[in-house]
C-alpha cells in the first residue's frame, strides 16, 4: 500500500458571526472533538502507514485572534497545503450550516493543490450530495453514510469500489449509493485522540466548568436509532438498526483512556444508550468502579428511565443528566415529532431521578408547524411543575436529511434558503402555528422564566447549587442583566453584602436592551426589587 499524505479538514460548524463575541453575546461555540474523523482515522492508519494531519478550522476561530475569518482561513489553510503537499484531502461536513463553507475551503484546496483527491464526507455528503456537486465543481468523491471501510477499501485498492462513493458519473448514470457500515464495531480500533489536542476540547460538560485542564474524552458505544423523531438527521448517516460494541470493548476502551490520556470525564454520545436495559446496567455498574465522572451529552431516552436505571445512575454519581424531553405536548410528542414518549412518563421519570438527587436538564424544541400556543406553553409548564434544574430551549432547525426539512421544504415552509440561518437560535421556518419571530421571542421568554425569574433551586433555597449556575451565565455574557439581578438576590439570601452590591450594579447599569425585557416582565408581575 502506498504511502498517503491525507488531511481531514472540519469545517466551521456555524455562520462566522457565531464565533464573534461581540455578535454572539460574548460567549463563543465550544469544540467538539471530530470523533467520525478520528474513527475513520484510527480504522485505516492503525500501522500508521500513513501520514495523516486534522485541521480544525473551529479551533482557529475560537482560540486565534481572527481579523476576517474567511481570509484568515483561507491564509491558514494555504500555509498548510504548501507545507503538508497532501495527495489526499477530505472534509467532514456534518450540518446544513457548513455548506457555504465548503466552497472557498475547496476552491483553495483545489488551488494550491490542483491534483490533489478531493472528498466530502458527513451528513451533508449523505445528505445533499446533488447539491454539493452542483455547487462545488472542485469536489471528486462524496461518502455516503460511514466512511471507515469506504475510504479503507479507497486506500487498499486505489479504486472507487465502495457502494458509498458517490461521483458525478454514478449520479449521472442514476447509481443510488449504498451503505457500506462496519456491523461489528469492536473491529474499529482504539480511537486516537492524539491527532488533536484533547485539553482545547473540554468545555462541553457540565461538571467543573472553572477547570481548564479537565480532561473529556467521548465514546459511541452504539451507532444507530430506531426511531424517526421529525428533526432528527442522525439516521440517514447511521442507519435505523443499532449496532454496539461489545460491553467488553466498551470497558476495555474507557481503561485505555484512563491510563493514556487521563481522562476525568467520559462523554456517551451515543443516540440511544438505553436501548438495551440489560447492558446499561452492566456498563454503568462497571463504570462506577472507574473513578471517573460520566454524561450525557445528548441527553438520554426518557421513557427508559426507571427505578433501576435511576439507581445506577446514581451509583456511577452522574452529577447532571440531560433529558431528551423536547415537548411538554403530548400533541407535538405523538403526530408531530413521532417520539415515543408521553407527559406522564416524564413526570414519572423525573420524580424517580429526583430521589437521587441527580441535576435535571431538559431539552426542549419549539417552532415546529402547526404546534399552537397551547403546545408551547405546556412546554413551559412542564419545565415549572417538574422544577428542573436548567432547560436548554431550542427553535427547530430544518436539517437536510430529516423528514422536517423535506416537509418544509414540500409545503414551501422554509424562510430562507441561505445555510447560515439553520441555527438553533434563529427560526427558519413559516408555516401554520408558526411566526418566525413571535417564536424566537418565546423562546427567550421561556428560557428567563424556567432558568431564572422562576430557577428551581432558588426558589428552593438551594443556593450553593444555583450560584453555580448563575456565575457560569456570567462568565460567558458579562452583561446578562437578569444573570446579574439573581446572583445579587442569591448573595443577599446568604448574606454578602459586598457581592451582592457588586451584582446589583451591574443590573442597575443594564442596557436599553434589558430595560425593555425587564419592563415586558414587570407587566407580568414579575417583581426586580
Given at each position: 500500500m502506498p504511502r498517503n499524505k491525507i488531511l481531514f479538514i472540519i469545517p466551521p460548524y456555524l455562520p462566522f458571526d457565531e464565533y464573534n463575541p461581540k455578535m454572539a453575546g460574548l460567549k463563543l461555540p465550544t469544540l467538539t472533538p471530530p470523533y467520525g474523523v478520528l474513527s475513520i482515522i484510527s480504522y485505516i492508519n492503525q500501522n500508521k502507514e500513513h501520514d495523516i494531519r486534522i485541521f480544525d478550522i473551529n479551533d482557529l476561530l475560537i482560540n486565534s485572534k481572527i481579523i476576517d475569518p474567511q481570509i484568515d482561513i483561507i491564509d491558514a489553510l494555504k500555509n498548510l497545503l504548501n507545507d503538508f503537499q497532501p495527495n489526499c484531502i477530505c472534509i467532514s461536513a456534518l450540518f446544513n450550516t457548513c455548506f457555504p463553507h465548503l466552497k472557498y475551503i475547496a476552491a483553495t484546496c483545489r488551488e494550491i493543490i490542483p491534483k490533489c483527491l478531493l472528498i466530502v464526507g458527513g451528513?451533508?455528503?449523505?445528505?445533499?450530495?446533488?447539491d454539493l456537486f452542483n455547487e462545488i465543481p472542485e469536489i471528486n468523491l462524496a461518502c455516503y453514510g460511514e466512511g471507515e471501510i469506504p475510504f479503507k477499501k479507497l486506500l487498499e485498492t486505489n479504486s472507487i469500489n465502495s457502494p458509498a462513493w458517490i461521483t458525478r458519473e454514478t449520479i449521472k448514470t442514476g447509481i443510488l449509493p449504498q451503505y457500506d457500515f462496519i456491523e461489528n464495531l469492536d473491529e474499529i480500533p482504539l480511537i486516537d485522540f492524539s491527532y488533536i489536542d484533547l485539553k482545547k476540547y473540554n468545555g462541553r460538560s457540565y461538571i467543573d466548568k472553572d477547570i481548564k485542564d479537565k480532561i473529556e474524552v467521548s465514546i459511541h458505544t452504539s451507532r444507530g436509532c430506531p426511531f424517526s423523531c421529525v428533526y432528527c438527521s442522525n439516521g440517514t448517516v447511521h442507519g435505523k438498526r443499532i449496532?454496539?460494541?461489545?460491553?467488553?470493548?466498551?470497558?476495555e476502551t474507557v481503561k485505555h483512556y484512563i491510563d493514556e490520556y487521563k481522562l476525568d470525564i467520559l462523554l456517551i454520545e451515543d443516540d440511544h444508550f438505553l436501548a438495551n436495559k440489560d447492558r446499561a446496567l452492566y456498563l454503568l455498574s462497571e463504570f462506577k468502579n472507574l473513578n471517573i465522572n460520566i454524561e450525557f451529552p445528548n441527553g438520554v431516552a426518557v421513557f427508559q428511565i426507571d427505578e433501576e436505571i435511576a439507581k445506577a445512575f446514581?451509583?456511577?454519581?452522574?452529577?447532571?443528566?440531560?433529558?431528551?424531553?423536547?415537548?411538554?405536548?403530548?400533541?407535538?410528542?405523538?403526530?408531530?415529532?413521532?417520539?415515543p414518549l408521553r407527559r406522564e412518563q416524564i413526570f414519572?421519570?423525573?420524580?424517580?431521578?429526583?430521589q437521587y438527587d441527580i441535576r435535571l436538564h431538559a431539552f426542549i424544541i419549539i417552532g415546529f408547524p402547526f404546534e399552537t400556543d397551547e403546545d408551547r406553553a405546556e412546554s413551559l409548564q412542564i419545565l415549572l411543575d417538574t422544577e428542573i434544574d436548567w432547560a436548554h430551549i431550542f427553535i427547530v432547525v430544518p436539517i437536510a436529511g430529516s423528514r422536517l426539512y423535506q416537509q418544509c421544504q414540500d409545503a414551501g415552509y422554509l424562510l430562507s434558503k441561505d445555510y447560515n440561518d439553520?441555527?438553533?437560535?434563529?427560526?427558519?421556518?413559516?408555516?401554520p402555528g408558526v411566526d418566525p419571530k413571535a417564536i424566537e421571542e418565546y423562546a427567550y421568554y421561556m428560557n428567563i422564566v424556567v432558568n431564572y425569574l422562576q430557577n428551581s433551586n432558588f426558589k428552593n433555597k438551594r443556593y450553593d447549587i444555583c450560584l453555580k449556575y448563575f456565575q457560569n451565565?456570567?462568565?460567558?455574557?458579562?452583561?446578562?442583566?437578569?444573570?446579574?439581578?439573581?446572583?445579587?438576590?442569591?448573595?443577599?439570601?446568604?448574606?454578602?453584602?459586598?457581592?451582592?452590591?457588586?451584582?446589583y450594579n451591574?443590573?442597575?447599569?443594564?442596557?436599553?436592551?434589558?430595560?425593555?425585557?425587564?419592563?415586558?416582565?414587570?407587566?407580568?408581575?414579575?417583581?426586580?426589587e
Open positions: 451528513g451533508l455528503a449523505t445528505n445533499l450530495y446533488q449496532r454496539k460494541m461489545s460491553a467488553r470493548r466498551v470497558l446514581s451509583e456511577c454519581k452522574i452529577k447532571v443528566l440531560p433529558l431528551a424531553i423536547e415537548s411538554g405536548s403530548d400533541h407535538i410528542l405523538k403526530d408531530i415529532i413521532n417520539k414519572k421519570a423525573v420524580k424517580i431521578l429526583k439553520y441555527t438553533v437560535g434563529k427560526c427558519n421556518i413559516k408555516a451565565v456570567v462568565n460567558h455574557y458579562p452583561n446578562q442583566a437578569i444573570a446579574h439581578y439573581m446572583l445579587y438576590r442569591i448573595y443577599q439570601n446568604m448574606g454578602d453584602d459586598d457581592k451582592m452590591n457588586m451584582h451591574h443590573f442597575i447599569n443594564k442596557n436599553s436592551f434589558y430595560d425593555n425585557i425587564i419592563e415586558k416582565f414587570k407587566e407580568e408581575g414579575y417583581s426586580f
